[in-house]
């Protein structure tokens, strides 16, 4: 069965430090997404990617967020200056058409 | 926006019983729903999932019911087993709300072998 697949897997980083979280959803999928989980609280929902370009982004994706789709299959988080509330689980997602996502198994980010 | 809430936040049951876990949402013009599976250390995996013009839906061992009059959703799991065992969110989309989800904060379901 096709998966989304997330690299890292656990990524420990310094405050104020730049990550970039990498993601490479379904191929044949069109719609990519990042959502974050805070332990303990809910999956939230940070942006949507659609034919190059963001489509939906909440009030969570500031400007400290971008996303990229720098080749034909990896769809990439990227956050500067990261800050320690910024530690979650963060999780890409992709769909082919109106319907259900298949979630990746998620990063979990650690800012120290 | 969405609201979308679970009604307990743990579940425990007995091996071979039934299970029903709860959800409710706020938004009227929500059309399409779906129950996912979070085993630890792993990312939602997909259920079953649901629209706005059904009022239930069954797959294997698993059967979700939408009450669009009081905004409620369940998802009911039948001869629960020991691998049935992890949290489990309602995501509720809106024809008004873009393509994003919105998620509940979930159930975490104990099956008791």
């Known amino acids: 069965e096709p998966e989304v697949t997330q690299t890292p897997s656990h990524q420990v980083t310094q405050m104020g430090q730049e990550v970039i979280l990498r993601c490479v959803p379904i191929?044949?999928?069109?719609?990519f997404y990042w959502y974050r989980q805070i332990l303990g609280q809910k999956v939230e929902f940070l942006v949507s990617f659609y034919n190059n370009e963001i489509s939906e982004k909440s009030e969570i994706f500031d400007d400290q967020f971008s996303v990229e789709r720098p080749d034909g299959s990896n769809f990439t988080l990227k956050i500067r200056s990261t800050k320690l509330e910024d530690s979650a689980m963060y999780f890409c997602?992709?769909?082919?058409?109106?319907?259900?996502?298949?979630f990746g198994s998620g990063t979990r980010l650690t800012v120290v | 926006g969405e609201n979308v809430g679970l009604h307990l936040p743990t579940l425990s049951v007995q091996e071979g019983d039934n299970s029903i876990i709860n959800c409710a949402y706020s938004n009227s013009a929500s059309d399409y729903f779906i129950w996912y599976k979070q085993e630890s250390g792993k990312g939602p995996q997909f259920i079953i999932d649901?629209?706005?013009?059904?009022d239930k839906r069954q797959g294997q061992r698993v059967t979700v019911l939408l009450n669009k009059t009081v905004k409620h959703l369940s998802l009911q799991i039948a001869a629960t087993q020991p691998g049935d065992s992890a949290v489990y969110f309602c995501?509720?989309?809106?024809?008004?709300?873009?393509?994003?989800?919105?998620f509940g904060t979930g159930t975490s379901l104990t099956v008791i072998p």
């Open positions: 191929s044949n999928h069109l719609y």
């Open positions: 649901i629209r706005s013009n059904m």
């Open positions: 995501a509720v989309q809106g024809s008004n709300t873009g393509n994003q989800f919105y």
């Open positions: 997602a992709s769909r082919a058409d109106r319907g259900g996502y298949t």
